[in-house]
């Protein structure tokens, strides 16, 4: 992929021989990738079914903040909790 950033032209770029295998184990790479993270998130909202009531995106950014006050922009949408509610308590 190095060849990409040395010659920008798609049509140079795209008749590299291999090039389309190279394109295609990226794309099956990139499959499992996704695959493995709804896999991921779905043991998450099995876990916790409030998850259910919020995107794709919103999940990932609640699960991957190492900040809790990150998880107060998406308890709105979460049913049965009310943000005045919840407590955050520091863990040592």
């Known amino acids: 992929m190095l060849d990409c950033a040395k010659n920008p032209l798609v049509v140079t770029f795209c008749t590299i021989p291999g090039?389309?295998?190279?394109?295609?184990?990226?794309g099956i790479g990139l499959e499992n990738c996704q695959k493995?993270?709804?896999?991921?998130?779905?043991?998450?909202r099995?876990?916790?079914?409030?998850f259910y009531f919020i995107s794709t995106d919103?999940?990932?950014?609640?699960l991957g903040?190492?900040?809790?006050s990150a998880?107060?922009?998406h308890?709105?949408?979460?049913?049965?909790?009310k943000?005045?509610?919840i407590k955050f308590i520091e863990i040592q």
């Not at 099995?46 to 409030?50: G, Y």
């Not at 919103?58 to 609640?62: D, F």
């Not at 903040?65 to 809790?68: F, M, R, V």
């Not at 308890?75 to 909790?81: D, F, R, S, V």
Request: proline residues 9%; charged residues 25%.
């Open 46 to 50: 099995r876990i916790f079914p409030r």
């Open 58 to 62: 919103e999940l990932l950014s609640i």
């Open 19 to 26: 090039r389309l295998s190279d394109i295609q184990s990226l």
């Open 71 to 73: 998880v107060q922009n």
């Open 65 to 68: 903040s190492s900040e809790p």
């Open 83 to 85: 943000p005045s509610e």
């Open 75 to 81: 308890i709105i949408k979460l049913p049965a909790l």
């Open 36 to 44: 493995s993270l709804n896999e991921y998130l779905e043991s998450k």
